[in-house]
Protein backbone atom coordinates (compact mmCIF):
# COMPACT_ATOMS: atom_id res chain seq x y z
CA UNK A 1 0.00 0.00 0.00
CA UNK A 2 1.15 3.82 -0.50
CA UNK A 3 0.15 6.58 1.53
CA UNK A 4 -1.90 8.02 -1.22
CA UNK A 5 -4.71 10.19 0.72
CA UNK A 6 -7.89 8.99 -1.13
CA UNK A 7 -9.44 12.24 -0.46
CA UNK A 8 -6.60 14.12 -2.67
CA UNK A 9 -8.17 11.75 -5.22
CA UNK A 10 -11.48 12.89 -4.65
CA UNK A 11 -10.87 16.35 -5.13
CA UNK A 12 -8.35 15.28 -8.44
CA UNK A 13 -11.57 14.23 -9.98
CA UNK A 14 -14.00 16.81 -8.85
CA UNK A 15 -11.42 19.83 -9.92
CA UNK A 16 -11.99 18.55 -13.62
CA UNK A 17 -15.22 18.62 -13.49
CA UNK A 18 -17.90 21.55 -14.57
CA UNK A 19 -19.70 21.19 -11.32
CA UNK A 20 -19.80 19.12 -8.15
CA UNK A 21 -22.65 17.60 -8.13
CA UNK A 22 -26.13 16.48 -9.77
CA UNK A 23 -27.36 19.55 -12.01
CA UNK A 24 -27.36 21.34 -14.85
CA UNK A 25 -27.39 25.20 -16.11
CA UNK A 26 -31.01 24.48 -17.32
CA UNK A 27 -32.11 22.88 -13.95
CA UNK A 28 -31.18 26.25 -12.35
CA UNK A 29 -32.22 28.14 -14.75
CA UNK A 30 -35.86 26.72 -14.77
CA UNK A 31 -35.61 26.51 -10.45
CA UNK A 32 -35.15 30.37 -10.54
CA UNK A 33 -38.25 30.53 -13.09
CA UNK A 34 -40.03 29.42 -10.17
CA UNK A 35 -39.47 32.91 -7.86
CA UNK A 36 -41.41 35.82 -7.68
CA UNK A 37 -40.02 38.55 -8.79
CA UNK A 38 -36.53 39.71 -7.05
CA UNK A 39 -35.38 43.07 -5.90
CA UNK A 40 -33.21 44.70 -9.01
CA UNK A 41 -30.12 43.66 -7.44
CA UNK A 42 -30.73 40.92 -5.05
CA UNK A 43 -28.22 39.79 -2.13
CA UNK A 44 -27.98 36.24 -2.96
CA UNK A 45 -25.81 33.79 -0.74
CA UNK A 46 -24.86 30.31 -2.55
CA UNK A 47 -23.81 28.09 0.42
CA UNK A 48 -22.17 24.65 -0.85
CA UNK A 49 -20.82 26.56 -3.82
CA UNK A 50 -18.64 24.32 -4.80
CA UNK A 51 -16.50 25.11 -8.29
CA UNK A 52 -19.73 28.00 -8.57
CA UNK A 53 -22.01 26.16 -11.44
CA UNK A 54 -24.93 28.11 -10.07
CA UNK A 55 -23.28 31.20 -8.27
CA UNK A 56 -21.78 31.54 -12.08
CA UNK A 57 -25.92 30.77 -13.46
CA UNK A 58 -27.35 33.40 -10.80
CA UNK A 59 -24.86 35.93 -11.65
CA UNK A 60 -26.12 35.66 -15.51
CA UNK A 61 -29.75 35.53 -14.43
CA UNK A 62 -29.89 38.68 -11.84
CA UNK A 63 -28.21 41.96 -11.73
CA UNK A 64 -27.42 41.11 -8.06
CA UNK A 65 -24.48 40.17 -6.00
CA UNK A 66 -23.61 36.28 -4.77
CA UNK A 67 -21.82 35.43 -1.63
CA UNK A 68 -20.37 31.95 -2.68
CA UNK A 69 -19.85 30.02 0.80
CA UNK A 70 -18.08 26.70 0.78
CA UNK A 71 -15.45 24.61 3.09
CA UNK A 72 -12.92 23.82 0.11
CA UNK A 73 -10.88 26.58 -0.82
CA UNK A 74 -9.49 24.53 -3.98
CA UNK A 75 -12.87 24.93 -5.34
CA UNK A 76 -13.57 28.78 -4.44
CA UNK A 77 -10.46 29.54 -6.39
CA UNK A 78 -11.59 27.84 -8.87
CA UNK A 79 -14.74 29.30 -8.60
CA UNK A 80 -13.07 33.27 -8.72
CA UNK A 81 -10.51 32.16 -12.15
CA UNK A 82 -14.18 30.77 -14.27
CA UNK A 83 -15.53 34.33 -12.89
CA UNK A 84 -12.60 36.49 -13.83
CA UNK A 85 -12.69 34.38 -17.12
CA UNK A 86 -16.30 35.49 -17.27
CA UNK A 87 -16.00 39.15 -16.75
CA UNK A 88 -17.54 39.06 -13.77
CA UNK A 89 -16.65 42.40 -11.39
CA UNK A 90 -15.31 42.13 -8.19
CA UNK A 91 -18.53 44.17 -6.59
CA UNK A 92 -20.58 41.12 -7.92
CA UNK A 93 -19.03 38.07 -6.01
CA UNK A 94 -17.85 37.42 -2.67
CA UNK A 95 -16.53 33.97 -1.98
CA UNK A 96 -16.06 32.75 1.34
CA UNK A 97 -13.74 29.51 2.67
CA UNK A 98 -16.40 28.51 5.70
CA UNK A 99 -18.28 25.83 7.26
CA UNK A 100 -21.88 26.52 6.18
CA UNK A 101 -22.79 25.23 9.87
CA UNK A 102 -21.59 28.23 11.41
CA UNK A 103 -21.67 31.35 9.40
CA UNK A 104 -20.09 34.53 10.47
CA UNK A 105 -22.23 36.70 8.25
CA UNK A 106 -24.75 39.49 8.77
CA UNK A 107 -28.48 38.16 9.39
CA UNK A 108 -32.01 39.45 7.63
CA UNK A 109 -30.77 41.02 4.53
CA UNK A 110 -30.67 38.29 1.77
CA UNK A 111 -32.83 38.46 -0.67
CA UNK A 112 -31.84 34.51 -1.59
CA UNK A 113 -30.88 31.86 -0.52
CA UNK A 114 -29.46 28.83 -2.90
CA UNK A 115 -28.02 25.99 -2.30
CA UNK A 116 -27.38 22.39 -4.59
CA UNK A 117 -26.46 19.39 -3.50
CA UNK A 118 -25.37 20.47 -0.16
CA UNK A 119 -27.81 20.50 2.34
CA UNK A 120 -27.17 16.61 2.96
CA UNK A 121 -24.45 17.75 5.00
CA UNK A 122 -27.18 18.83 7.52
CA UNK A 123 -30.02 17.32 6.95
CA UNK A 124 -32.86 19.43 5.15
CA UNK A 125 -35.18 20.46 7.80
CA UNK A 126 -31.68 21.44 10.23
CA UNK A 127 -30.24 23.48 7.00
CA UNK A 128 -33.31 25.27 6.63
CA UNK A 129 -34.09 25.84 10.17
CA UNK A 130 -30.12 26.97 10.67
CA UNK A 131 -30.00 29.58 7.22
CA UNK A 132 -33.47 31.13 7.00
CA UNK A 133 -32.32 33.63 9.56
CA UNK A 134 -30.06 34.88 7.03
CA UNK A 135 -32.85 36.07 4.81
CA UNK A 136 -34.56 39.56 4.94
CA UNK A 137 -38.32 38.63 6.19
CA UNK A 138 -40.30 36.93 3.30
CA UNK A 139 -37.39 36.34 1.21
CA UNK A 140 -36.78 33.07 -0.55
CA UNK A 141 -34.58 29.94 -0.46
CA UNK A 142 -34.41 27.33 -3.63
CA UNK A 143 -32.59 23.74 -2.37
CA UNK A 144 -31.98 21.31 -3.98
CA UNK A 145 -31.82 17.94 -2.52
CA UNK A 146 -31.95 13.90 -2.79
CA UNK A 147 -35.82 12.39 -2.45
CA UNK A 148 -37.36 9.57 -2.55
CA UNK A 149 -39.57 8.81 -5.34
CA UNK A 150 -41.06 6.01 -3.26
CA UNK A 151 -42.20 4.71 -0.06
CA UNK A 152 -40.57 1.37 -0.85
CA UNK A 153 -37.09 1.35 -1.87
CA UNK A 154 -35.65 -1.78 -3.16
CA UNK A 155 -33.21 -2.99 -0.42
CA UNK A 156 -29.87 -2.56 -2.68
CA UNK A 157 -30.62 1.03 -2.79
CA UNK A 158 -32.12 1.81 0.34
CA UNK A 159 -29.18 0.50 1.54
CA UNK A 160 -26.81 2.70 -0.30
CA UNK A 161 -28.39 5.91 1.14
CA UNK A 162 -28.98 4.60 4.65
CA UNK A 163 -25.33 4.47 4.29
CA UNK A 164 -24.69 7.58 2.27
CA UNK A 165 -27.97 10.23 3.40
CA UNK A 166 -29.54 8.64 6.28
CA UNK A 167 -32.25 11.48 6.64
CA UNK A 168 -32.98 11.51 3.51
CA UNK A 169 -36.82 11.79 2.87
CA UNK A 170 -39.73 11.89 -0.21
CA UNK A 171 -40.89 15.20 -1.42
CA UNK A 172 -43.72 14.98 1.37
CA UNK A 173 -41.58 14.73 3.75
CA UNK A 174 -39.55 17.58 2.70
CA UNK A 175 -42.25 20.03 2.13
CA UNK A 176 -43.25 18.94 5.69
CA UNK A 177 -39.51 19.82 6.82
CA UNK A 178 -39.69 23.20 4.98
CA UNK A 179 -43.23 24.11 6.83
CA UNK A 180 -41.29 23.18 10.07
CA UNK A 181 -38.11 25.16 9.55
CA UNK A 182 -40.28 28.38 9.04
CA UNK A 183 -41.03 28.00 5.44
CA UNK A 184 -43.94 27.85 2.66
CA UNK A 185 -43.23 25.37 -0.71
CA UNK A 186 -43.57 27.63 -3.66
CA UNK A 187 -42.53 25.18 -5.93
CA UNK A 188 -40.23 21.97 -6.97
CA UNK A 189 -38.69 21.24 -9.82
CA UNK A 190 -36.85 17.86 -10.49
CA UNK A 191 -33.46 17.50 -12.25
CA UNK A 192 -34.00 15.14 -15.60
CA UNK A 193 -31.73 11.93 -16.31
CA UNK A 194 -29.78 14.46 -18.74
CA UNK A 195 -29.00 16.95 -15.88
CA UNK A 196 -27.26 13.73 -14.12
CA UNK A 197 -24.88 12.64 -16.79
CA UNK A 198 -24.64 15.76 -19.05
CA UNK A 199 -22.62 18.20 -16.42
CA UNK A 200 -21.49 15.51 -13.87
CA UNK A 201 -21.69 12.00 -14.52
CA UNK A 202 -20.88 11.99 -17.91
CA UNK A 203 -17.46 13.89 -16.88
CA UNK A 204 -16.76 12.44 -14.37
CA UNK A 205 -17.24 9.06 -16.05
CA UNK A 206 -14.41 10.71 -18.62
CA UNK A 207 -11.79 12.30 -15.74
CA UNK A 208 -11.70 8.92 -14.32
CA UNK A 209 -11.19 7.16 -17.44
CA UNK A 210 -8.46 9.91 -17.96
CA UNK A 211 -6.81 9.27 -14.21
CA UNK A 212 -6.43 5.81 -14.48
CA UNK A 213 -3.53 5.29 -15.96
CA UNK A 214 -1.87 7.79 -13.59
CA UNK A 215 -2.93 6.01 -10.62
CA UNK A 216 -2.77 2.12 -11.84
CA UNK A 217 -0.58 0.89 -8.94
CA UNK A 218 -2.37 2.66 -6.47
CA UNK A 219 -5.18 0.74 -4.52
CA UNK A 220 -6.48 3.52 -2.93
CA UNK A 221 -6.98 5.30 -6.01
CA UNK A 222 -8.75 2.75 -7.55
CA UNK A 223 -10.93 2.18 -4.51
CA UNK A 224 -11.91 6.03 -5.05
CA UNK A 225 -13.21 5.26 -8.83
CA UNK A 226 -14.89 2.00 -8.14
CA UNK A 227 -17.41 3.89 -5.24
CA UNK A 228 -17.67 6.82 -7.80
CA UNK A 229 -18.57 4.05 -10.65
CA UNK A 230 -20.35 2.03 -8.20
CA UNK A 231 -22.79 5.39 -7.80
CA UNK A 232 -23.37 5.57 -11.30
CA UNK A 233 -23.79 2.00 -11.91
CA UNK A 234 -26.80 2.69 -9.11
CA UNK A 235 -28.30 5.41 -10.37
CA UNK A 236 -28.46 4.00 -13.95
CA UNK A 237 -30.33 0.49 -11.95
CA UNK A 238 -32.35 2.48 -9.69
CA UNK A 239 -33.24 6.13 -11.02
CA UNK A 240 -37.11 5.35 -11.09
CA UNK A 241 -36.55 5.15 -7.24
CA UNK A 242 -34.81 8.49 -6.21
CA UNK A 243 -33.80 11.62 -7.49
CA UNK A 244 -32.93 15.41 -6.80
CA UNK A 245 -35.18 17.84 -6.31
CA UNK A 246 -35.03 21.55 -6.28
CA UNK A 247 -37.45 23.21 -3.33
CA UNK A 248 -38.59 26.79 -4.06
CA UNK A 249 -39.35 28.59 -0.53
CA UNK A 250 -40.46 31.38 0.75
CA UNK A 251 -39.59 32.45 4.38
CA UNK A 252 -42.68 32.45 6.50
CA UNK A 253 -43.14 35.68 8.19
C1 LIG B 1 -22.20 17.92 -3.98
S1 LIG B 1 -21.21 19.35 -3.87
C2 LIG B 1 -22.22 20.54 -4.74
C3 LIG B 1 -21.42 21.73 -5.19
C4 LIG B 1 -22.17 22.75 -6.05
N1 LIG B 1 -23.31 23.30 -5.38
C5 LIG B 1 -22.57 22.13 -7.37
O1 LIG B 1 -23.76 21.80 -7.52
O2 LIG B 1 -21.69 21.97 -8.23
C6 LIG B 1 -21.42 19.84 -2.15
C7 LIG B 1 -20.54 21.04 -1.77
O3 LIG B 1 -20.78 21.36 -0.40
C8 LIG B 1 -19.55 21.69 0.20
N2 LIG B 1 -19.67 21.49 1.66
C9 LIG B 1 -19.85 20.31 2.30
N3 LIG B 1 -19.94 20.50 3.64
C10 LIG B 1 -19.81 21.85 3.81
C11 LIG B 1 -19.82 22.68 4.97
N4 LIG B 1 -20.00 22.16 6.20
N5 LIG B 1 -19.68 24.01 4.81
C12 LIG B 1 -19.51 24.55 3.58
N6 LIG B 1 -19.48 23.81 2.43
C13 LIG B 1 -19.64 22.47 2.56
C14 LIG B 1 -18.55 20.77 -0.46
O4 LIG B 1 -17.22 21.23 -0.34
C15 LIG B 1 -19.05 20.77 -1.90
O5 LIG B 1 -18.47 21.79 -2.67
Request: hydrophobic share 40%; with cysteine; charged share 25%.
Amino acid sequence: MSDLDPFKVFMEIQLGLPRNGPGSREATRAAFKLLPPLPSEPEILDLGAGQGAATLELLRLTDGRVTAVDIMKPFLDRLEANAEGEGVPETRLRTLCADFEDLHLPQGVFDLIWSEGAIYNLGFEEGLALWRPFLAPGRYAVISDCIWKTDEPSLEIRHFWDEAYPSMGTLAENAARAQRAGFEVLGTHWLTEDDWWTEYYGPMKDRIRALLPDYAGAPEALAVFKEEEEEMELFERFQDQYGYCFFVLQAKS
